[in-house]
């Protein structure tokens, strides 16, 4: 998947000469945390937060600081921050270190941009113009849409069990020593494993396969160092239905 399959275009923007107010009536208005700046032929200029908009003067929230730190910070960067929680325009007080990305770029590049920058969005540009956004949301939604909706046609239980040991053997955390028995669409897991924690990855390969009904867990867990075997809680030895 790539990022021109899940972007939202049109996108709603503003011209850098925007004030204030009507930015955030914008954001009130579609329900949105944020907005690309543009110019009027399309250039991405940056863009508004909600973030950007959280120290005002009008709601006393600039930041406060004592006057000796303040003389280390410098007159620069104190007149900086007094022009982005005074200013009147857009282009005053938004953010223009802007993370982009293209629209032929591999949707993981746009999850690995939000994670390592922390950000919400992010804008789509060809030759500098914005020609789109991601935003959360759309991942969410393509995630939806993703994820199966109906209910699989029949399925055989060898073909249940082949494609469980498929993906266990596509792993690298010790799935190894799971054994699987499938009997009418309800898959059992047994054998044995080294960390509780994939007591649960195990359980959930075994719930992702078309036609399983529900997964029982006999699996046994092995404590490396000591050598004791703890059995599964009761409630996991139970068939738990998808």
Sequence with gaps: MIVEDVMTAP??????????????KLMLTHRISGLPVVERDGRLRGVISEG????????????????????????????????????????????????TIRRDAPLDD????????????????????????????????????????????AVGDEQIRSAILAEFAKQNWGCGFVQVEVRDGVVELAGSIFDERERTAARVIAENVPGVKSVTDQMVWI???????????????RASSQ
């Excluded at 620069?76 to 982005?84: F, L, M, T």
């Design 52 to 99: 950007d908009l959280l120290r005002r003067g009008e709601l006393g929230t600039e930041r406060k600081r004592p006057r000796w730190l303040e003389f280390l910070i410098g007159p620069g960067r104190i007149a900086d921050e007094y022009v982005r929680t005074h200013g009147r325009k857009v282009d005053e007080v938004m953010s223009t270190n802007v993370v």
């Design 110 to 153: 746009v999850i690995e941009a939000m994670s390592r920058y922390r950000i919400k969005r992010v804008p789509v540009v060809d030759d500098g113009r914005l020609v789109g956004v991601v935003t959360r949301s759309d991942v969410l939604r393509a995630l939806a849409k993703a994820l199966p909706t109906a209910a699989p046609g």
């Design 223 to 237: 404590e490396p160092i000591s050598g004791m075997m703890i059995l599964p809680p009761d409630e996991n030895r």
């Design 11 to 24: 996108v709603i923007s503003v011209e850098p000469s925007t004030s204030i107010g009507d930015a955030a």
